[in-house]
Structure formats: C-alpha cells, structure tokens
C-alpha cells in the first residue's frame, strides 16, 4: 500500500463547477501538507500548505485537512479552463511523498 | 520562467552508461532538490542539498548522487543506467531548507535510456 493515495481521474467538469481532490494517507507522523498544480510539459508548482489539521483559503483554493481521518481535500471554487492541470498532494515530515496527481479538465 | 536552469533539456543513452544532469538554482536560493517523475512512479523526491549539505534524503537509488558546489549550483549523477531510469528528472531550488516551503521548479532533463 503506498504511504499517499490519490484517485488520478481523470475529472472532467464544467467552468462553474466546485472541484473537489482529495488524498488519503496512512502515515501518522506527516505534519505539512501541500498542494501543486502542474501543467503540462512544466514543472509543479506550491498552491497551498496547512500546517497539522484544519482549514486554509486562498482565493478560489480551499484546503482542508482532516488529521484524524488522514485524509486531505482541495477545493476550488468557480472553476476556470486555466484550472485544467494535474494536481498532486503532497506531504512531509522528515521526508516528501507525492500523491499520483489527479488530472482536472474544466470544459468552458 | 522560475529562474532556475536544467541542462541538457533531452538526453538519449544506452543502458549501462553513466549521465550528469545540471541544475543552476534561482539567485539567492540556497537549497536544491531533485525529483524523477515518470508515468509509472509518479513524482518522486530524490534528495535535497542545503548550502552545499545533504538536508534530506527520498526515494534515490544507491547508481544515483548528487552534489551542490560551493556556487551552489547542483549535479546530479545516474549510473549503470536501465530502461526504467527513462524519466523527466526536475530540479527545484527555494531560500529555505523547509520540505514544506514554496519550490521553483526547473524545466526539467527528459532522459531516455534505450
């Protein structure tokens, strides 16, 4: 069983929607988690980190954790078609793991 | 542009052989990481020099290393290369030493081992 897991899709929804991603992890001892965006043929780029439980907002992206469940959501809110892009999850304490991405396709 | 640099962009080898992939960090940022990201394993983290110091260590194989010189600039060594080694390897660099602090991404060496 991999230490992160995340459903690569691909979603599929249309501008407007409210998107939801989310990663499971069995790793106790995760303390950050973070969000990328990556777009194709680029390099990821940070979106978000929250510290321990708890949610975060910036802007249109809403992260949440929820340490005793070890299960972290990104919502975004009024999608766009620059949405579209591959979005990992990602966590770390003394070491980095990444989810494999779930691929996001916003139709105008 | 992230301001920071991968050379070469493509590299095409035979298995067996030995590649260097470079990476010049952004100006003034002291840490650089390296990461493999392939269809199959995803992005995985490699390793993480701080200032010229092994930080923190991922999923790198024992044919891998990596150094960062003292300008800071970093190599990253593949080895005895197998079909499985073909993936896009990024650089990132930040001003912390913190996994969990923003990250600029390079463009990345796409290898290809046949």
């Known amino acids: 069983q991999k230490e992160v897991e995340q459903d690569p899709g691909p979603l599929s929804v249309p501008e407007g929607a409210i998107v939801s991603l989310n990663c499971t992890y069995s790793?106790?001892?995760?303390?950050?988690f973070m969000w990328y965006r990556q777009y194709s043929r680029k390099g990821p780029e940070l979106l978000m980190y929250?510290?321990?439980?708890g949610n975060k907002e910036d802007g249109r992206f809403t992260a949440q954790v929820d340490k005793s469940s070890k299960y972290i959501s990104l919502f975004i809110r009024d999608s766009q078609p620059s949405d579209s892009a591959t979005y990992l999850c990602?966590?770390?304490?003394?070491?980095?793991?990444f989810g494999a991405g779930t691929r996001l396709a916003v139709h105008p | 542009d992230s301001g920071v640099t991968q050379t070469p962009k493509h590299l095409i080898t035979a298995t067996g052989q030995r590649v260097t992939l470079r990476c010049s960090p952004r100006?003034?940022?002291?840490?650089v990481y390296w990461y493999q990201q392939s269809l199959d394993q995803g992005l995985q983290f490699l390793i993480q020099?701080?200032?010229?110091?092994?930080?923190a260590k991922g999923n790198i194989l024992e044919r891998f290393s990596a150094q960062q010189f003292p300008d800071l600039h970093s190599e990253l060594n593949l080895s005895s290369l197998e079909l499985g080694d073909s993936a896009l390897y990024f650089c990132?660099?930040?001003?912390?030493?913190?996994?969990?602090?923003?990250?600029?991404f390079g463009p990345g060496t796409r290898l290809t081992v046949l």
């Open positions: 990132a660099s930040s001003a912390s030493g913190r996994l969990h602090n923003e990250q600029f």
């Open positions: 790793n106790s001892a995760f303390q950050y």
């Open positions: 929250t510290y321990s439980s």
């Open positions: 990602a966590m770390t304490r003394n070491k980095l793991i």
């Open positions: 100006s003034g940022d002291l840490s």
């Open positions: 020099y701080y200032n010229g110091e092994e930080r």
